[in-house]
């Protein structure tokens, strides 16, 4: 119960800070404000800003703080939704039970909205680096790492890797990689740039970031599984798209119930590498409990 | 004569890093990085690495610590050509005479390749604040002027009033105010930012941006002009296209005899803005002559 509030309270700051971050102003560009804010304001769970708020929170620091860093990454997040969903990339034209934004506002203000949140995230991060109260050299730090994490290197390049899957992902150790990538980086850099802001030193940011390397992998497994076992009214969208859409998963390599062992194994890896933190991590803990064990 | 050498040394540095700065490794999502290349090393005029390091050179600072900086603003130059060629947008086939992202690398590719060069921009320019010789700050504030030029109030959002120009622009006003935004604003904050990690004082600061703004006007006028007056060999694309587009252009309100007069006008009141700095603004004055003369 504990745990239940204090995850809703930290969604509804970012949901906060989202909602004022990008002022409709009455001028000829308006509309790429209010495509933005579409797609940044659909309802999302927020887990990557909760992850990172999560992870600053262990060295006990003020939420306020950490917040823009959080909400950067929930644009970066948000953006390569919305690229993700274009005609020429996965084409849907629905997103969390709405239009997609390229549906709702054309493709070239979709592609211009995904452009402008991406940018968005730095002027965020940057603003918040010179006006909070952070240590200058600790916002830069984070920001390099959320930077890296979302470019060729990361989610980009994952990206790249999932669209020419039939070609690129051959085996599980493929699949690993291209989740690594995929979702995994911005995973990562969530718990990363939250440690780096808090604070950590090496030891500390070392297992926070094997921690979240494991909840990455973990999470990609359930989704896989659930977009085999859940209903569509849990899931919010269609089940079985994966296997519709002739998707290479971790279920095309496991079984679901060997899937859902690693998914219990991977979470074990993350919950002990959280031990050195000993009660400051107990809500990071309860977080990726409920990110890995989410309603089968 | 001296002025050429200048110019050529620049440009040189510029292309040397780029080339150095997206290492094509030989992993699964390689080809991100050669799309990303394909655009960057295709032969621009490197105009906007340059004017960074111009105004930089006021100062007395060493180019090699201004280079990531000056890199980064033409991979967010780079990265809206390839956007902005997509079918959605202006739909081109070719860019400086090869055909653009793409079209040689397929849609899907050229999005990404555009989303990795705008996020590479900030991959750079934050690890050069973290490791390179500059001020923390100065660097800081420079990307942060760097960002606000190229998001939802600078070039997307002229990007979006240029896209629905027939509505938006009707009156030679409306038209400054896109131009001040789609190219206005980057010109701008590369002059701000090499102004910035330079050291600028405060009416230095205001002296170089109003520089900018008056060349940043210019540069756009003269690119009316020359797709009426110039000839396909020497513009490197076809000429009359504004036409053929049914184009709002400056040319649109003016007869070109009063364009002409009016670029005149914007560099002079540009030159007088940098009458403060005497010799030591020599290479940018020349370079805003060398902008706005373009052969006609």
Redesign the interface.
């Known amino acids: 119960m504990e745990f239940e509030v204090w995850i809703k309270k930290k969604a509804e700051k970012v949901e906060e800070y989202l909602s004022a971050s990008?002022p409709e102003e009455d001028?000829?560009?308006r509309?790429?404000?209010e495509a933005?804010n579409y797609s940044l304001m659909s309802g999302g769970k927020r887990l990557r800003p909760v992850l990172m708020m999560g992870a600053y929170e262990i060295f006990g620091g003020n939420d306020d703080d950490v917040l823009p860093f959080a909400c950067a990454m929930e644009m970066i997040h948000t953006?390569s939704l919305i690229?993700d969903d274009?005609p020429?990339?996965d084409n849907d034209d629905y997103r969390r039970g709405r239009l997609s934004n390229h549906k709702k506002f054309?493709?070239?203000?979709?592609?211009?909205a995904?452009?402008?949140l991406?940018?968005?995230a730095?002027?965020t991060g940057?603003?918040a680096?010179?006006k909070g109260r952070l240590d200058?050299?600790r916002?830069?730090?984070a920001?390099?790492a959320i930077?890296?994490s979302?470019?060729?290197d990361g989610m980009?390049?994952?990206?790249?890797?999932d669209?020419?899957g039939h070609e690129?992902v051959n085996s599980l150790e493929?699949l690993k990689?291209?989740y690594s990538?995929k979702t995994g980086a911005i995973i990562k850099s969530s718990v990363a740039a939250g440690a780096i802001l808090g604070g950590a030193d090496e030891e500390q940011q070392k297992c926070l970031e094997l921690f979240a390397e494991k909840i990455g992998i973990a999470f990609q497994i359930e989704d896989d599984i659930l977009d085999v076992t859940s209903t569509r009214e849990k899931l919010g969208k269609a089940i079985g798209s994966d296997i519709a859409n002739d998707k290479v998963t971790y279920l095309t390599f496991k079984s679901i119930e060997q899937s859902m062992k690693d998914v219990e194994q991977f979470t074990d890896e993350a919950l002990k590498s959280l031990e050195i933190f000993g009660d400051k991590a107990k809500h990071l803990r309860e977080l990726a409990l409920y990110l890995t064990r989410r309603d089968h």
Not at 106 to 112: F, N, P, S, V
Not at 156 to 161: A, L
């Open positions: 990008i001028n000829p560009q509309v790429i404000y933005m953006y690229h274009l020429a990339m054309g493709e070239a203000t979709g592609i211009l995904g452009d402008g991406l940018n968005k730095f002027e940057l603003e680096a010179l200058l050299r916002c830069v730090k920001l390099s930077a890296s979302s470019g060729a980009i390049g994952g990206q790249i890797v669209m020419y690129k493929d990689y291209m990538l």
